[in-house]
């Protein structure tokens, strides 16, 4: 193994700092390089080894530097070469205990000390690196740059040693940010912190991402409002007509976030939300196109910010709905978020953590997966989320389905699947599935990475998972098929953790592949555990590693068992309820915009926004809906309905006399919609189907209306009205026959009934 070369050391061990030249710069600079070119076409621990001495020859040298030396070109060239280092990957790994001392030891020197610190250690892994106000001004921008640097999650605890390292800094940079923007050492720190992109590494940490999250929005709305265009939007009183919700997002193409959220805006109620969507890039093709076709308003925002703003301001949004990521992310789309666009803005459930952006009011989030954030919670029930919609998520329908010699895997054994996004596979997850694969002999894992992945992980993730615990290489294939068709593998799927992944979850169980989860105590680590609950997988969801290998180990070792458990959670997954989702989120932002008009408070101090009633105004509101359907007071009705399901948005029983309120009203089309809906575990129940019946009547789709009536009658052949609605569909068709014999038997089972009385005079 190659030696690294030796430097003169001083009687306290550290090396020595002989008078630095050009010519002795020069010359470690470029045995780094050529080190460095090395250990990336051949990389190997002997190849790491001679790198770090090309590190450490090179910080010598620059430790001998004179500090009237930094505006020079070796000063330069050094710090040039230094940010080439840190994007090499070289500062992924724990560095050698000497190195980190030998950096602390070399603080006293000034800023040479300071930049061979930063060849010599990563930021996340050296607790005693300097504050930003003990580095010199001019090199504040070189040193943001090293302490943001996020290294690869190698090990479990890298990610959370880099989060609470870089926390500390963006608190500190966002004060000098306030207090003096103009400086140019504040000015190249905030540069350095908009060119760096870290959500990977968030997501792979385990810790509450809150404080973070504050820090970093503190600062990117100090860097915000250094620029000008700032909006001042006005509540207007809502009397009369619908609220005017926007959507904001980057684009409406097919990505995870958008699928999810496509079918609550298809159930959005038009008489209550007037909904107008803003992307600030087109994506043509059928994503795009199904928006377009929920929305009368759809605009491509134009390029320049001050037509942007101007355009949404415009628009004279109620509400204003981030929909695309900018709790992770500083681009122009975030500096959007900055601004006040409307009298209130939100966030959705998709957002993997709190924003931390002052101009956000709310965040949308179900009970089941709240966490404390720095905007007010609004509480959705159960996860908050809803099922990709099924007519996106089939485009693959046709293609062949996936074999086990396709993907290299053995004709027998257990297959353990994982579509995750790659950003969410870190050192825990791996870990993890490393030890379950050594806990279930003759197993595989197949990981689905979307087309757009790095090929280099197709090589590097079972390397990983193998010097995890020492698992054959070959049980771990990576592919970047559809994970669509992939999934016809069957097997288990594996959620990721710390952070899940629900929408690939969401798909692998609508196809009868049973899931394992592993929650924790964040929003991002109880998605998917609490998708697989609201569908009765509750013995599917670990608390812990071991339990999450114990489970998913159970299902592998019994076949008849997964397929049981997979089927069922399939008819669950079928049933999902994005109506409610829908009346949850309108009957939320109803109520937090009223709160605006009346001047009150709407940030996290208020209480979280909950909606529901208590038994006995449930039995008030159902008392006052049948009272004004009985006086004929239809329009009363529909309101008193609405105000129900906001509290109670899955109830069948509301869904049910809102769906008879809204025919009786002239509202066709919705009443099916709800009456419909109202079936949702109440298929056994005559009286849901003979509702459902006569909204497809009234909306005139007749051949669905004579179904929903015969299942009723095959539920209770004594339903009169079902006979009446037979006999009078069989007489408009000309069936007369027919319409004869259902009218007879209406007369039989209740000859005073009205209804049968003129069947028998039309007879």
């Known amino acids: 193994m190659a030696q690294a070369p030796s430097t003169p050391k001083s009687s306290d061990g550290f090396a020595t700092t002989p008078s630095a030249t050009p010519y002795t710069i020069e010359a470690a600079l470029m045995h780094l390089r050529e080190t460095l070119d090395s250990h990336r076409l051949t990389p190997s621990p002997a190849s790491l080894f001679a790198l770090r001495g090309a590190v450490s020859r090179l910080a010598t040298h620059v430790e001998a530097l004179p500090r009237h030396a930094r505006k020079g070109e070796t000063a330069k060239a050094v710090l040039e070469s230094a940010h080439v280092l840190w994007a090499s990957g070289f500062h992924n790994f724990q560095p050698p205990a000497e190195d980190v001392e030998r950096a602390s030891h070399g603080l006293h020197l000034g800023w040479p000390g300071i930049v061979s ?75 350095a912190f908009l060119d760096h992109d870290s959500t990977p590494l968030l997501l792979q940490a385990t810790r509450d991402l809150k404080p973070y999250a504050t820090a970093r929005g503190r600062l990117v709305d100090a860097i915000a409002h250094t620029r000008s265009g700032d909006t001042k939007p006005v509540a207007l009183p809502r009397t009369g007509r619908s609220l005017r919700v926007g959507i904001l997002a980057r684009n409406f193409g097919d990505c ?58 415009q628009s004279m949004c109620d509400v204003l709905i981030y929909a695309s990521d900018i ?224 489970r998913a180990s159970k299902l592998a070792s019994d076949e008849a068992g997964r397929v049981t458990v997979g089927a069922a959670l399939a008819a669950s997954s079928c049933g999902s309820d994005s109506l409610a989702l829908a009346d949850a989120i309108t009957g939320l932002f109803e109520r ?86 109202a079936l949702n575990g109440n298929e056994d129940a005559a009286e849901s189907w003979l509702e459902a019946a006569a909204a497809l009547r009234a909306n005139h789709q007749a051949k669905e209306a004579i179904t929903a009536y015969e299942t009723a009658l095959k539920l209770d052949g004594t339903c009169v009205d079902a006979w009446t609605a037979l006999s009078e569909l069989a007489a408009e068709a000309g069936h007369h026959e027919f319409a004869a014999e259902a009218a007879k038997t209406a007369r039989e089972l209740k000859p005073d009934a009205p209804r049968a009385a003129a069947l028998a005079l039309s007879a």
């Open 117 to 191: 610190a930063m060849l010599l250690t990563p930021c996340w892994a050296w607790s005693g690196a300097p504050r930003l106000d003990q580095v010199p001004d001019w090199l504040w921008g070189h040193f943001m740059h090293w302490v943001l640097n996020a290294p690869l999650a190698a090990a479990p605890g890298v990610a959370d040693a880099y989060v609470t390292r870089i926390t500390h800094y963006i608190w500190e940079l966002a004060g000098w940010m306030e207090r003096n923007r103009g400086s140019e050492a504040v000015r190249a720190a905030g540069e």
């Open 256 to 313: 995870a976030d958008n699928r999810t959220l496509l079918p609550i805006l298809r159930n959005l109620d038009p008489g209550r939300v007037e909904l107008a969507l803003f992307a600030t890039n087109a994506a043509v093709g059928p994503v795009e196109s199904a928006f377009k076709s929920v929305a009368p308003i759809f605009h491509i925002l134009p390029d320049s910010r001050a037509a942007q703003l101007g355009l949404i301001a």
């Open 327 to 550: 709790a992770g992310t500083t681009d122009a789309f975030t500096g959007l978020a900055m601004q006040r666009l409307a009298p209130l803005q939100a966030v959705l459930p998709s957002i993997r953590f709190t924003t931390g952006i002052p101009a956000v009011d709310l965040r949308l989030i179900g009970e089941a997966t709240a966490e404390p954030s720095t905007e007010r919670l609004a509480l959705l029930p159960g996860s908050g989320l809803a099922f990709p919609d099924a007519s996106l998520a089939d485009t693959n329908a046709s293609l062949p389905l996936a074999t086990r010699t396709e993907f290299g895997l053995p004709e027998t054994g257990a297959v353990f699947i994982s579509a995750a996004h790659p950003d969410l596979i870190g050192a825990e997850i791996l870990g993890a599935w490393s030890r379950l694969l050594r806990a279930v002999p003759g197993s595989s894992l197949v990981l689905i990475l979307p087309g757009s992945a790095n090929p280099f992980l197709a090589e590097e993730l079972p390397a990983r998972i193998s010097a995890f615990a020492d698992v054959d290489g070959s049980r771990v294939v990576v592919s970047l098929d559809d994970s669509r068709r992939a999934l016809s593998l069957g097997g288990i799927y594996l959620d990721t953790f710390p952070t899940s992944d629900p929408e690939p979850l969401a798909a692998a169980v609508r196809t009868g592949i049973p899931a394992v989860a592993w929650c924790g105590g964040t929003h991002r680590s109880l998605t998917g555990a609490a998708l697989l609950r609201e569908l009765g997988g509750a013995a599917l969801v670990a608390s812990d590693e071991a339990g999450y290998i114990a």
């Open 592 to 677: 937090a915009f009223a709160e605006v008009l009346q001047g009150t408070c709407k940030r996290p101090a208020c209480a979280p926004i909950h909606l529901g009633f208590s038994p006995g105004e449930v039995e008030t509101l159902r008392t006052n809906t049948l009272d004004a359907l009985q006086c004929g007071q239809f329009g009363d009705a529909v309101a008193t309905t609405r105000l129900w399901l906001q509290g109670e948005p899955s109830s069948a029983d509301a869904r049910l006399l809102h769906a008879r309120a809204l025919r009786l009203a002239g509202q066709t089309t919705r009443a099916v919609t709800y009456a419909l809906a």
